[in-house]
């Protein structure tokens, strides 16, 4: 039984059979990976054989938020959501804020776990102890906004929080989100996954509240982390304020900002026409995420003719996306190309990015007229990319469906030398920062568990300039094996495990962030953690995810960069001259398995997965064969 | 005497008088210390006070970077500049 922080219980249904059951969540499971990303990929690894199909039966969605969602802790409303992701092939993982997340604590559960393939549409509905699977048939073709509009009408409750896929979900585009309110757990394709169960909606409304274990000591902890979010220097008014649009000025000045699918990166400055100072005359008011006293969604209204009344909220990466990256200048397009992904459920980055390589085989003559179903694909054309959004939504013949499973596969139907220009590691897109001038931030999208994925071991020290734990020259090589392994480790420790927001711990904790997990988690369940149990959770979770990984069939040769970025120097900007040789990249991986302590084809090691108390992943191992010190 | 180019973005981009990219003369071997006092001579205590606290250190969130390079990693505002360095200084900044 747990005291407090957990609810202690694991939803599975099962769309096969259309079962539902309810499971004892294991103490040992909670103090071992705490929650969100944890669990996730916990009972991934448990459950889901690495060569399983992304898209077939046996794939499963596991929803988890963590202990703090759900308590007075603040931001702590994020959900991870973990399968075998159909676009990398690797484990998916992705989390999403804004009110759902609680409301799965609320209605009593610690992981919703989706498994079997309906033959025909449905949508969960869950309302505490009571929980329907209904028929779908009637929202199935609509999108986000009407889906989650006219469920709220169906089950006659406003307040029920829900997430769903749009139509890219159910044509199960490999880049299709999930969409909550107008938050979205938005890359790996989970979406598509969602789609092949044929699971329109998930629709919730819980009436419980979370218990503490320890109110007194959880409620010291709170205020202390309240006390460094006012005394942060940058959330407020800044990042309240604006919101994380202003990376864009940042990553600019620092010639890391890509542009025109790297091709020329640093040369033109992005920041004069969708900078911070472009969109913010868009804003009209912010948004925030249950709990949270910081709202750094920012809503805008586009102007213009063609893109008048588009409202949504962009956020950094989709300035890049469907801004710089496809050459577009338009801080209207952006916005309105923003919403319509939404809509459709679609992850802004991974379109932007595929959309970005067809636009450069388009005006290198690789894709012509007749493969664009007439479009002009050149860079900058903003009504191009509205258009082809819709096109991948719907899996349009053509060149829909040549996009609309991202640019790995794409490159590969076009052939030819197109795969080095597709800006992909493991099949997933990369985020709006050049690695070539960020190389600890390069180094994580490489080895990261869900491919090139800036979430997962966020380089606050060379984007930011943070010097927690050290300093780093953003350039260097030497030093970055080690500093990836701790920026991985420690954002899953303390935000995807517990789920709290990412932001926070990087400009109000960065140094003390695993203390203020442990002594918020510990207060709130009653399972006593240190900071040190804290970190060995975000070790064992990267360690387990790299094991499933294996199991899927991943190896050494995998954790690379897009060959441009190594045969390319970026020619002009605040990173003139940057590129990543084969020896950059040799070295830094070199360093990064020894810091991890995996062998030189990046195995962990039998010694690594016994401190960690992995069995199950040495067994798997050495029942491959593979395990590195047998 | 040398020229080192300065750009900042931002809520400092504003306190420097809206200019993003400026050239700053400086003599032979000033430091990132003497580049940021003069800046604070042309536009004023305003912009002092938000670059340096009371001990003349930098205040929390303010990054500078020399030729990429943050100045924390090498002597920090004892890093000495050269002829011709782009000096890149942030104003607190988080998100993305
Ligand atoms: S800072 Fe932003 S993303 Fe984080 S919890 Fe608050 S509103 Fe949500």
Redesign the pocket.
């Known amino acids: 039984m747990f005291q407090g922080g957990y609810m202690g219980k694991v939803l599975r249904v099962n769309l096969t059979t259309k079962t539902v059951t309810v499971e004892d969540l294991p103490e040992k499971i909670a103090r071992d990976y705490i929650g969100g990303a944890g669990f996730g990929v916990k009972y991934l690894f448990d459950e889901v054989p690495g060569d399983v199909d992304p898209l077939g039966p046996d794939n499963k969605l596991i929803f988890a938020p963590g202990p703090l969602s759900g308590t007075p802790a603040p ?1 702590a ?1 994020r959900m991870a959501v973990t399968t075998k992701s159909p676009l990398t092939g690797a484990v998916g993982m992705s989390l999403s ?1 804004g009110y759902f997340p609680v409301e799965l604590k609320f209605a009593g559960y610690d992981v919703l776990i989706i498994e079997g393939q309906s033959k025909t549409p449905v949508y969960l509905h869950i309302k505490d102890d009571k929980v329907t699977i209904k028929n779908a048939a009637k929202l199935w073709g609509m999108d986000t906004q009407i889906t989650q509009t006219i469920i709220k009408q169906d089950v006659n409750d406003q307040n029920t929080r829900i997430a769903c896929i749009g139509q890219a979900g159910e044509n199960q585009s490999k880049m299709a989100a999930i969409i909550n309110e107008r938050r979205a757990f938005g890359r790996k394709g989970v979406g598509a996954v969602m789609g092949s169960k044929n699971l329109k909606a998930i629709a919730i409304r819980g009436s419980q509240q979370v218990p503490l274990a320890n109110p007194e000591a959880f409620e010291t902890a709170r205020k202390f982390m309240l006390g460094a979010m006012k005394q942060s220097p940058v959330l407020y008014p800044e ?1 309240s304020k604006l919101g994380t649009p202003m990376v864009v000025d940042a990553t600019s000045a620092m010639g890391i900002f890509p542009s025109e699918n790297y091709r020329n990166t640093g040369e033109k400055d992005y920041s004069a026409s969708i900078g911070v100072e472009a969109s913010i005359s868009r804003n009209k008011g912010n ?3 249950y709990g ?1 006293p ?4 920012q809503l805008k209204l586009a102007q213009g003719q063609s893109y008048e009344g588009g409202m949504s909220d962009p956020e950094y990466e989709t300035y890049y996306s469907l801004g710089s990256v496809v050459g577009v200048e338009s801080v209207d397009s952006i916005i309105y190309n923003d919403m319509l992904c939404d809509k459709y459920g679609l992850d802004t980055m991974s379109v932007g990015v595929t959309i970005a390589l067809a636009m450069e085989l388009f005006e290198r003559g690789m894709l012509t007229a007749a493969d664009t179903n007439g479009l002009d694909l050149r860079f900058g054309n903003h009504q191009a990319v509205t258009q082809l959004i819709a096109e991948i939504a719907f899996r349009r013949e053509g060149i829909g469906a040549l996009l609309c499973d991202g640019s790995r596969i794409m490159a590969a139907k076009v052939g030819g030398d197109a795969e080095y220009f597709a800006m992909h590691i493991k099949g997933l897109e990369l985020p709006a920062y050049d690695p070539r001038g960020a190389k600890a931030h390069g180094l994580n999208f490489a080895t990261s568990y869900t491919g090139a994925d800036h979430n997962r071991g966020y380089a606050f020290q060379e984007v930011f300039g943070i010097p927690v734990p050290n300093a780093y020259d953003r350039f260097a090589v030497a030093g970055k094996g080690w500093l990836t392994k701790w920026n991985q480790d420690i954002r899953c420790a303390t935000t995807d495990c517990p789920t709290m ?1 990412g ?2 711990m990087d400009m109000a904790l960065p140094a003390v962030a695993e203390q203020n997990t442990a002594d918020l988690v510990s207060s709130a369940s009653g399972i006593a953690l240190t900071k040190e149990d804290v970190g060995r959770v975000g070790e064992r979770v990267n360690n387990l995810a790299r094991v499933f990984n294996i199991s899927a069939g991943f190896t050494r040769a995998d954790d690379t960069f897009p060959k441009r970025l190594m045969e390319e120097t970026i020619k002009a900007g605040g990173s003139s001259g940057q590129r990543i040789s084969e020896a950059d990249l040799e070295q830094m991986l070199n360093e990064y398995y020894e810091a991890r302590n995996w062998s030189p084809d990046g195995v962990p090691s039998r010694e690594k997965l016994a401190e960690l108390d992995l069995p199950e992943a040495a067994v798997l191992l050495a029942a491959r064969g593979l395990l590195a010190d047998d | 005497m040398m020229t080192v180019e300065i750009t900042t973005i931002m809520g400092l981009k504003a306190l420097m008088g809206g200019n993003k990219d400026q050239s700053l003369t400086l003599p032979d071997g000033a430091t990132v210390a003497a580049a940021l006092d003069q800046l604070g001579k042309i536009y004023g205590p305003a912009l002092q006070q938000r670059i340096f606290n009371d001990t003349h250190q930098l205040n929390p969130g303010i990054a500078v970077f020399v030729n990429g390079c943050v100045i924390f990693a090498r002597l920090g505002l004892e890093t000495p500049l050269q002829d011709g360095d782009a000096v890149l200084i942030f104003p607190p900044v988080g998100g993305g």
């Open positions: 931001c409303s804020g990042f948004e925030h995420c949270c910081v709202g750094c969604t927001c932001f926070l």
